[in-house]
């Protein structure tokens, strides 16, 4: 019998908890026109969100669809401000229960996790791996294919039920999801920019990485998002497992592994994982990542001088590259960024 969830329906959405999620949500996103314009009747709007939930007479509204460049082309789609809300209110009840059942080497959207917590457990598995680099470490590492845009509806409301009992909340969570299809067929894909989307594709993913850990009983494995890496010594063991873990996607999850981005060579040759290129004695930002960097930088820059973006918005985005920095090699990149800064702010 797995945990179930004891919170409520009521729990989601009373007026409390939607006034907390009104406090994480607008955080950072004050000046936005759709943002200022729900708060300016703040409380008639939230007390109106209540209501339809309460009578049972929400529906989820649609969305507003734009592609950014990052580094790949990306179909984001924004719900209205008032469903981004709800999805906030969501969260904050059932992130706290689920992130109990995930794995501990899961790293994408979650507290205390992140990219380079990731990156920092990858080079400790090889060292144990590698007996302290004294043993070839082999990685096996994969990408899933159109992870967001695939993700199957039923499989995953039906995953949602084996832990939520209360059927209002259940209802309301399939009125989120079946509010996006994508352009891979009807009842399939979850939209980028909702925030509900982060957690249920981890809920979605969790299944995999059970049956990574304790079926096909891997030790050292990382997954960010549906990017993910296996550690061993031993190179026919990873080239076994890559035919049950492509059958496991395909029959339970309806997901298949990238053909192009399916690859095994030792770590010391150089792994690129989440951006970086990961060496036995070092790891350095990938070609790729940096271009992405200085033109953030540049764009960023241009929209703070349009008053576009505010000065607060702009020095967060340049510290996080600069943090971002002090987990590789990167002394060089961080002195072409500061003197890049100063070329920028000399043509105005």
Not at 227 to 254: G, Q
Request: aromatic share 12%; charged share 30%; with cysteine.
């Amino acid at each position: 019998m797995k945990a179930q969830l004891t919170h409520k329906f009521e729990d989601i959405i009373s007026v409390e908890n939607l006034l907390e999620a009104w406090k994480e949500f607008v955080n950072g996103k004050r000046n936005k026109k759709d943002v200022q314009a729900f708060s300016m009747n703040l409380m008639d709007n939230i007390f109106s969100l209540h209501t339809d939930l309460l009578h049972h007479t929400y529906t989820h509204g649609g969305y507003q669809a734009f592609k950014i460049n990052d580094p790949k082309p990306r179909d984001i789609h924004k719900a209205t401000v008032r469903d981004r809300l709800l999805h906030h209110a969501i969260y904050r009840i059932l992130y706290p229960f689920f992130d109990k059942t995930f794995i501990a080497d899961s790293y994408s959207c979650r507290n205390e996790k992140g990219t380079h917590k990731a990156i920092n457990k990858f080079r400790s598995y090889f060292y144990k791996v590698s007996k302290n680099n004294t043993k070839t470490c082999w990685v096996l590492k994969c990408d899933i294919r159109k992870f967001f845009a695939n993700i199957d509806h039923k499989i995953l409301i039906g995953i949602l039920r084996e832990y939520i009992p209360d059927e209002d909340i259940m209802r309301l969570l399939e009125n989120i999801i079946g509010s996006f299809t994508s352009i891979q067929g009807e009842n399939v894909g979850l939209p980028l920019g909702n925030l509900t989307s982060q957690l249920f594709v981890n809920i979605y993913m969790n299944k995999f990485d059970q049956f990574i850990k304790h079926k096909l009983k891997v030790k050292y494995y990382i997954r960010y998002a549906d990017d993910f890496v296996i550690l061993s010594e031993d190179k026919k063991c990873l080239e076994s497992i890559i035919e049950p873990i492509s059958r496991f996607l395909s029959n339970e999850l309806k997901l298949e592994l990238h053909p192009d981005k399916i690859f095994i060579k030792t770590f010391s040759s150089g792994v690129d994982f989440l951006g970086m290129v990961n060496f036995t004695s070092h790891r350095i930002l990938r070609t790729k990542t940096k271009r992405r960097m200085f033109h953030k930088i540049s764009f960023k820059h241009k929209m703070r001088r349009e008053e576009l973006v505010c000065e607060e918005s702009f020095e967060q985005s340049l510290q996080s590259y600069l943090g971002i920095l002090k987990h590789c090699n990167g002394y060089d990149v961080t002195k072409k960024i500061e003197t890049s800064i100063v070329g920028l702010d000399n043509t105005q």
